[in-house]
Structures are given as structure tokens and as C-alpha cells.
């Protein structure tokens, strides 16, 4: 039974060796992704991403624990944690969630260090994501820590992504970035036991009307009147809800479960969930096909001819473009 | 003589033509950015980026004018729109300096309109700069409007960027994005006759000590001990000073110089002028790689054909890595 097979069928080692290849981008890794590929497409990715200190790995948690004990659905989770001067609480964060689920054999739980670049993360989450939706896994959560490009990137592979927030952390308004707002299908306030609550929820919302203007006019008016903004789809029928949690008491959680229902019901109604599935694999294919280019075209040059021509540009000898042209006859020679 | 000389030799009719034929990328423009580029590198190119409403265009004009009048320095002002609802005043703008300085042989003013994709409009602004560099203005605005990824690529081009803000527009944070203060080398709050200036720079302040930790520590302890971020260089030792100018009244344009000045100054004794210089040119040689290597790579492929793969992607019949090498192989055949 090869690793794959053993992994399909349920064998946890096995899928765990499966991830460490894929994650390795391994030539077994690419040939395991290829079989796998024809099982993917059922999993709901669902990515959850904040500042650290918002509470977002116990949140993620007790989501997982509501839809093992209200649903059938297994459930991954792929914690991503770009390097980072703050996130020293990751590996005791593992530990406790082991102890609210590793019990259960229907629960992954799976991190992945930064590896690389930033693009390279992205892509090997994408594939470990599809490992996962594959292996039967029926919810997958991808939750990356912060705010930078490398979360929007990240969070551009989940169906359905939320952005968590809680009250009076730092100045509250500036722990939102906004890049960050403009990707989230639903915010949510955790620690909403905390003061400030309302100050956060009301920042929120100020954010998010100036985020996404045409959803204003659509809230304020109640009717369907879109002027599109550039780049923008039907998209924006969708209104972010703002939800509140206290993952420290597994209070709200129901709810959450349920607009992310609502927010899959959306997607799938208005022929979102296809598109978003068809541009991420159409980005997978063109991202794949550059990277594959530019390797081509790296083994085929020598290191100290690209560095000559280089110092070349540097003292205003050969413009860019003779650059070019001299790096890719310098390929063909 | 030929449009390059002419344009070389100070006449602004073959200037306008040039940077026309650039913009359009077209093989004459390209051409001749190969026979200006051994002239270029002595400008001090500054970005001036902001949301609408701050004033920033008002801004770039008195600079000018506070340029053309205490030095002998030429000044150009590339004026970059990416396509906005909110961006109607473009035109105007460029009357209103027009009658400010257009009788000024020594300003050359020129707006670009959105055109293609984002990368194309951070390409054609480098290439743009390039020829004013070349054409012998020593100082070139690159202005942009907005606050989104494209900003931030087209800053990546200037030696010096400046962030523009004024006070109660809008919620006053609001209108910050961090991926834009994370960019700034002088912060500017202009219209700051208006109240609420204090808030403004409070937030700025604030939100500037949050986008720069290590900037923090330098600042508070009085001593360089710098714990570096990741990614970040010497750089960290520069920091960005907060000013306040009013546009209409000229105000405070003496004391804005004197920073662009010092931040020039510091670049050149920390060797960054030369780090950037060097950055800038190895990704403008990059990216014209990828880009041949993609076009390349299109030409050899028929669309139907690359249609036909992705729809097997799309159905689950092919993995994204299978499809590659379907495409590659159907390149060579």
C-alpha cells in the first residue's frame, strides 16, 4: 500500500509523513499531490487570521470542538505561523489543543513553520490544504497569525475567511489593518467579556463601511442598488456580519457556526464557490508555470554571467531591457 | 536628430513625445530607454503618496514652487492615478498648476492614467522617471493617489516617500493604512490650520511606533541598540519625522525641503542611495525576465489549447503540477 493509499484510508501516520513531503515540495510530495488531486473539492477552507493576543488559536478550537459535537464533519487544522518576534506562544498552543482533541480521531491538527518565501508559503498551504480535502477532511481551517501581505495571500486559498479582533488590544483601531478588512466574509469580536466591547465593534463597522462603500449604499437603502466598484463582483452582496465570542467559554460559538453556513449557502448560490475555486486553481497553474520558467531559466545561466551583467546595469553600462536580452541569449548559448 | 537628442537637448515637444512612446511601451520607446539609461541616476526621485482629500496634489505644487525658487534645481511631476470613483479631480488639478507653473521652463508636468495592470503601471512609472532622470530634472515627483498595493509598488521606486495626511478626514485613522506608514520616510500632515491636527499626529505617532518596533526602542532609550525585524536593514535608522504644512498658504515648505534634503543625506552617508538604486534595478531587470519568459511562453501556446488544460483542472481531471507540464510540452511541440 503506498503513502497515499495508507493516508486516503485513514492512517494518520501516514498522512503525517504525506504532509511533511508536501510541505518539503518534495518530488514524492508533487507525485503524492498529483494522485490526490482527483479527491479535492469537497472541503470547506475556512481561513482565520488577526493580530496575535485576539485569542484566535482557542477560537479556532472551539469551532473545531461545536462542529465535532453538533455534526459529523472531521475537521483539520492547519495553524500557519509566518516568523514573527510575538508568536513564541505557538507550541504551547499545540499543547493545549491536544488536550481538548486529540482524542478524537476525526480531529488534525497540523503547524507549519515559515518556510522560505512568503509565496512559498502560500503555496505550500494550498497544497497541504488539498491533502487534507482529499483525506475526507470536510472542514479544513487555515489560521495564519498578523496582518502582513503573506496572510491576504493566504487567506485568498479559503472559501470563507474570518478576521478576529478583541476589545482594548493596543489602541484597538490600530490593530486592524485594512487590507485585512477588505478579505474578511466575517468578523468576529472575541473576549467579548472584556470592556470595551463596543468600542471595538463600533470601530469594526466604521471600517468595514469604508472598506466596502458599495455595501453601504446596499445596508443603508435596503435594496439592491450596486454601483461596482472596479475589480468588484457580486461579491458584494455579501455584508459581513460582526459576531461576538468568548472562546475562553465556548460562548457564541453557534452562531459563528451558523454564518459561516450561511456564508457557504452564499457562495454556492451565487456561483461563488466555483469561481473563487476556479481563479484559485487558474493563480495555482499560473504561479506554477512562472516558477517552473524561472528555474528553466536560472539552471540554464551561469550565476557569474547573471552577476556581470547585473554590475553592468549598476554602473549605467547595459539598460534593463539589454540586461534582459543579454541574460536570455546568454540561456540559449 | 533624433527624438532622444532632441528630447536631451531641453526640447520639451520631443520630451512629451517620448514619455507618450514609453507609457505605450511601445519598441521606439524601449529603444530609446536603452540609449537614455547611461544618463540616468543622478535624480532624487521622491514619492508623494495619501488618500484623496489631503491636499497632496496642492502639496507637490508648492514643493515645486518652494524648489524652483530657493535652487536651480529642474523639477518633473509624474502624476499617477490608478482609476477611482473618488479621483474626478485629476484634470483640474493639472489646470490650477498649470497656471502656478507653467511659465517655468525648468517644471515639466505630466499625468498618467491607469493603463493595463498594476505591475504595468509600476513598470511604465520606473521607465517614466528614467527619462526625466535622464533629461536632466534633478528632482521628479512620482505622485500617487490612494493608499492600496499599488502605491506601495510605485513608492518602492523613490529614493524618498512621502505619506500625506489632514486632519478629520474622515475618522482621522481611518484613512491610514499601515502598509503605507510602513513605507513613509516623512510623514506630512498638511492642512494643518484645520482642528483636530493634534489628533492626526498623535495617531500617526502612534500607529508609526506600531509599524516600527525597532524604531521604538532607538527612539525611547536614546541609544542604538537595534534588534532587527526580519527584513529590515540599517534603514531602521532613519526616523520619519512628522511635519505640518498648509498647501494654500505656503506654509511650512522650508522646513519639508530641509527633511527631504536630510533624508538624502542620510541615504547617501548610510549607502542605502546606493542599496535601493541597486534593489530597484535588479527588480526592474526581474520582472522584465518573468515578463519576456511569460510572453515567450504565451506566444508558444494556443489559447485554446491553454483553455482546454485549465477546464481539466477545473473538473479534477488534471492537478495543477500535471497541467504545468501538459502546457510546457505543448510550448515545445
Redesign the interface.
Known amino acids: 500500500m503506498t503513502l497515499v493509499d495508507s493516508a486516503l484510508a485513514g492512517d494518520r501516520l501516514a498522512l503525517s509523513r504525506l504532509l511533511t513531503q508536501v510541505e518539503n515540495d518534495t518530488a514524492e510530495g508533487?507525485a503524492a499531490?498529483?494522485s490526490?488531486?482527483?479527491h479535492?473539492?469537497q472541503a470547506h477552507l475556512i481561513g482565520v487570521t488577526g493580530a496575535p493576543g485576539t485569542g484566535k488559536s482557542s477560537l479556532v478550537n472551539q469551532l473545531a470542538l461545536h462542529y465535532r459535537r453538533q455534526t459529523t464533519k472531521r475537521v483539520a487544522i492547519l495553524a500557519v505561523d509566518p516568523?514573527?518576534?510575538f508568536t513564541g506562544g505557538a507550541l504551547l498552543g499545540d499543547r493545549v489543543r491536544m488536550r481538548d482533541l486529540s482524542g478524537d480521531a476525526d480531529v488534525f491538527i497540523r503547524s507549519m513553520a515559515t518556510r522560505g518565501t512568503l509565496g512559498g508559503l502560500a503555496h505550500a498551504t494550498a497544497a497541504m490544504s488539498q491533502v487534507f480535502d482529499a483525506a475526507g477532511y470536510e472542514i479544513v481551517f487555515i489560521e495564519t497569525v498578523g496582518?502582513g501581505?503573506a496572510e491576504v495571500d493566504i487567506a485568498r486559498l479559503a472559501h470563507t475567511t474570518l478576521v478576529v479582533e478583541a476589545p482594548g488590544f493596543?489602541?484597538d483601531?490600530?490593530a486592524i489593518?485594512?487590507?485585512i478588512l477588505e478579505i474578511a466574509d466575517i468578523l468576529v469580536v472575541n473576549k467579548a467579556d472584556q470592556p470595551g466591547v463596543e468600542n471595538t465593534e463600533r470601530a469594526l463597522r466604521?471600517?468595514l463601511e469604508?472598506a466596502h462603500p458599495v455595501r453601504r449604499v446596499f445596508q443603508h437603502h435596503g435594496k439592491v442598488e450596486i454601483?461596482d466598484?472596479?475589480g468588484k463582483s457580486s461579491d458584494n452582496l455579501w455584508i459581513p456580519p460582526i459576531l461576538r465570542t468568548i472562546a475562553t467559554q465556548a460562548t457564541g460559538f453557534g452562531e459563528l457556526a451558523e454564518a459561516i453556513a450561511r456564508h457557504r449557502e452564499y457562495l454556492r448560490q451565487s456561483g461563488d464557490w466555483s469561481r473563487r475555486?476556479?481563479a484559485r486553481?487558474?493563480r495555482?497553474?499560473d504561479m506554477?508555470?512562472?516558477e517552473?520558467?524561472?528555474s528553466q531559466?536560472r539552471a540554464a545561466i551561469q550565476a557569474s554571467y547573471y552577476d556581470e551583467v547585473?554590475g553592468k546595469?549598476?554602473a549605467?553600462?547595459?539598460?534593463?531591457?539589454?540586461?534582459?536580452k543579454a541574460?536570455?541569449n546568454g540561456r540559449q548559448a
Not at 316 to 324: K, M
Open positions: 508533487r499531490l498529483d490526490l488531486f482527483p479535492t473539492g516568523s514573527s518576534p496582518a501581505q493596543g489602541d483601531i490600530q489593518k485594512a487590507g466604521g471600517m469604508l454601483v466598484a472596479p475555486e476556479r486553481l487558474e495555482e497553474v506554477l508555470i512562472q517552473t520558467l524561472a531559466f547585473l546595469v549598476f549605467h553600462q547595459l539598460s534593463p531591457w539589454e540586461a534582459v541574460l536570455l
